[in-house]
């Protein structure tokens, strides 16, 4: 339920009323009280506008302006009103953030909405002395606030991720080189959409199998089956693949070792080719069916379908987590606001983990089976399902949704008409990205930094996670949000401790982000006391000495409110890129500020536009190098000269 303002707007009115400091106001401004409290609200709008004329200065009476306006469910007026506000005195009110996300909501502006509840929650953080003396009168509302915000964001991302589905104005068939006659489903796409998998039949009597194809010249490739080790004596499909590209998961049935109808498999792929299959070890399958796999971004999490005791219905979709050791835990029913008695099937889990899509024919729809999204909130419930309406689905059968690495792309199956015959994959191109998180992939690798070779089953601590451990290849995967800090430690006998922060830049996760831990040996003299005769070894062992990292600094200063570089800054940056020339560049991070001059938000978004302008000159003078960070961190405060804080610094990184 979002949040409910009426009685404590009239709380806050009448405060001002009772609290013994009315006389700091006007008569005309208690008169707009009053008219306030007896829901005289076009009468307060009136009087509170008078005391404008006469107190500019005066927010709070502008702030009642845009209650009264609230109350009248015009919300486009409050929150004009309440922009006001926060336009002329940022620190007036930190509640006026909460009501202008409630008020941007009610306008259908949910991306403007999650800004201000996010601004809300950060100024959470600052002492209620910035705010003069009206946070101290805010207090209960502001309590009543915080226990909604987090039901108040949710409900933006799923009327935002619900209204871009409805703005779609098309979905486009793959095409004859993908779809037959016959089923095509269960599509999977790689992370650069090049390579796309999925369970087809190609025939009305043939076994399901899995296919793959390539995008190669703006077209889909005909499909061909997978090669490697994976039996084909029964039905194979369903395959979901972690976005390391290494692991996928996909169902068996009939054959040796399922120990139901059918059930949950895993495979080592490399391309399109599966190097080997095992069977999940733990509690996933059972004697029933389970199948039809989704797996959280890093692999950890398994969602799927089965029909297994203690479910609501004909199929639910339950979870389970991967173990330390590998295994699966014991499986969990998402509960009744996913599932219910009918069918629910296909999950599919965004790469943030907070949005989950499953097809059911169980809740409301417009046809056979539709696609339905679900968003989790902190404490684990999921949100009641909405229908992803048309053109996604129809009077048919839908299915199969998934969303690709760079969240604006999706893919799902229907039989709707004009296809090719049976349940055909489709596309569907969306105008913002879905993913209420931005995630960047992280490979990273551990080495030996004197043989320079992988160190495998190597525990990685990471800060705030749960370890990971490294595969054969020293390689371990991660998915973290852009821009957090990742504080890494790693132990190993022998070897000197390691630990480090990583800054996790915005990624397209066409390619890994890639980190690099380099374990130092502990040498240790051996000391034998027997006499024997020397041995001459004229064996020759190169040690090859590892690669230092070495830092280089420049800081560029501009002029107040500029982000456009002086001729005596843009020639000091020349001759330092100058010195960057010919070396082994790693990383680049750029990072603006600003003084503390004018509004936090304007100071941000100006420095801001002063890194992207010096990273835009370094990339025109084809500075190259793998990783490039950039941050604007917005003003300074502290007692220095404020054109000292108005600068970018560029640290670069390079390997020597």
């Known amino acids: 339920m979002l949040y409910r303002p009426l009685l404590i707007f009239i709380f806050l009115a009448s405060y001002f009323l009772v609290s013994g400091q009315t006389p700091r106001f006007s008569k005309t401004f208690q008169q707009a009280e009053e008219a306030l409290l007896n829901k005289n609200l076009t009468k307060a709008i009136r009087l509170y506008e008078k005391v404008l004329d006469e107190q500019p200065g005066l927010h709070i009476a502008r702030r009642n302006i845009g209650i009264c306006y609230e109350l009248m469910n015009d919300y486009a007026s409050a929150l004009r009103a309440y922009e006001k506000v ?137 499909g061909l089956p997978l090669t490697g080790k994976q039996s084909r004596t029964g039905h194979e499909g369903m395959a979901t693949v972690v976005r390391d590209g290494k692991t996928m998961y996909f169902t068996a049935c009939g054959r040796e070792g399922v120990l139901g109808s059918c059930d949950i498999w895993q495979a080592n792929v490399e391309d399109t080719e599966i190097r080997s299959v095992n069977t999940l070890q733990g509690a996933v399958n059972s004697e029933k069916w389970e199948s039809q796999a989704a797996v959280s971004c890093d692999g950890t999490t398994l969602y799927f379908a089965s029909d297994r005791e203690g479910g609501y219905g004909g199929t639910d979709i339950w979870m389970s987590k991967r173990n330390l050791d590998g295994s699966w835990s014991e499986p969990v029913n998402l509960g009744p606001n996913i599932n219910t008695p009918g069918y629910e099937e296909s999950p599919f889990i965004t790469n943030d983990g907070q949005t989950l899509y499953f097809s059911s024919d169980g809740h409301p729809g417009l046809g056979d089976q539709d696609i339905f999204l679900s968003r989790i909130d902190s404490e684990g419930n999921w949100s009641k399902p909405v229908n992803l309406g048309p053109p996604v689905n129809s009077a048919h059968r839908e299915l199969c949704f998934i969303l690709a690495a760079d969240g604006k792309t999706g893919y799902f199956a229907s039989d709707r008409p004009a296809g090719y015959g049976g349940l055909d994959i489709y596309t569907v191109q969306l105008g913002s990205e879905l993913f209420s998180e931005a995630i960047t992939f992280v490979e990273g690798f551990v080495k030996d930094t004197i043989l320079d070779v992988p160190m495998p089953d190597i525990m990685v601590q990471i800060a705030g996670r749960e370890p990971v451990k490294t595969d054969e290849n020293g390689r371990f995967f991660l998915c973290i949000p852009a821009y957090e800090i990742m504080d890494i430690s790693v132990q190993k006998d022998l070897y000197h401790p390691y630990q480090n922060e990583f800054i996790i830049p915005f990624w397209d996760n066409k390619q890994f982000y890639t980190i690099e831990i380099w374990m130092e040996p502990i040498t240790r003299p051996v000391r034998d006391f027997t006499v024997k005769t020397p041995i001459i070894d004229t064996t020759t062992v190169e040690v090859r000495r590892r690669p230092q990292r070495r830092d280089y600094l420049h800081t560029i200063f501009f002029e107040f409110d500029k982000s456009t570089m002086t001729p005596l800054e843009l020639n000091n940056l020349d001759a330092f890129l100058q010195q960057m020339k010919g070396k082994n560049l790693q990383r680049v991070e750029i990072i603006g500020f600003s003084d503390d001059i004018g509004t936090d938000v304007y100071n941000l978004k100006l420095s801001e536009e002063r890194a992207k302008r010096i990273a835009l000159h370094l990339m025109d003078n084809g500075l190259l190098v793998d990783q490039i960070y950039i941050e604007g961190r917005g003003e300074i405060r502290d007692d220095k000269p404020k054109n000292l804080n108005r600068k970018v610094e560029v640290k670069v990184s390079a390997l020597e």
């Open 86 to 222: 926060i336009e002329q005195s940022e620190f007036f009110s930190r509640t006026i953030y909460f009501r202008a996300g409630l008020a941007s909501y009610k306008t259908g502006d949910y991306e403007k909405a999650l800004t201000y509840y996010s601004k809300f929650e950060f100024l959470l953080g600052r002492p209620s002395y910035d705010f003069a003396d009206i946070a101290d009168k805010e207090a209960q509302e502001e309590a009543d606030m915080i226990a909604q915000l987090d039901n108040s964001i949710r409900a933006c991302y799923i009327s935002r991720d619900s209204v871009t589905f409805l703005n779609v104005q098309e979905v486009q068939n793959l095409g004859p080189n993908i779809n037959s006659r016959a089923d095509e489903y269960f599509p999977f796409v790689s992370n650069d959409q090049k390579l796309l998998f999925f369970t087809g039949r190609r025939h009305n009597r043939a076994n399901e199998n899995l296919y793959y194809s390539r995008f190669q010249q703006g077209a889909w490739t005909e």
